[in-house]
């Protein structure tokens, strides 16, 4: 099991940026995929964007793709979230989570990943 804390979340107004960071420790980090959802008052928590065990892949939701850019430091056991450009519509708790097998490319279900943070507020204002 894999313990995950995210921060840097925030109130900022249409169109800025902020940068969410998720720290991972309990297991070697970096055979892990990653990804982030997003969970908004009244809906169903969402796909973001993920990334690969080796940080050579990613993937994003389509409302976020050329806004939203995630990465990840292997070195520092952490992944990122860069969010530009954001929307009124953006604003949600934003959850970060880690893969369950180790390898895999491609993911994107709430079912492939084993671990998740506590979630940290992103409010934009209009």
């Known amino acids: 099991q894999v313990q995950l804390v995210e921060s840097g979340g925030g109130l900022v107004q249409a169109g800025g940026s902020l940068r969410l960071s998720c720290a991972a420790s309990?297991?070697?980090?970096?055979?892990?995929?990653m990804g982030w959802f997003r969970q908004a008052p009244g809906k169903e928590r969402e796909f973001v964007a993920s990334?690969?065990?080796?940080?050579?892949?990613?993937y994003y939701q389509d409302s976020v793709k050329g806004r939203f850019t995630i990465s990840r430091d292997n070195a520092k056991n952490t992944v990122y979230l860069q969010m530009n450009s954001l929307k009124p519509e953006d604003t949600a708790v934003y959850y970060c989570?880690?893969?369950?097998?180790?390898?895999?490319?491609?993911?994107?279900?709430?079912?492939?990943?084993?671990?998740w943070g506590q979630g940290t507020q992103v409010t934009v204002s209009s």
């Open positions: 989570a880690a893969d369950q097998t180790v390898y895999r490319v491609w993911v994107h279900l709430e079912s492939d990943f084993g671990s």
């Open positions: 309990g297991r070697t980090f970096s055979s892990y995929a």
């Open positions: 990334i690969s065990w080796s940080g050579g892949r990613t």
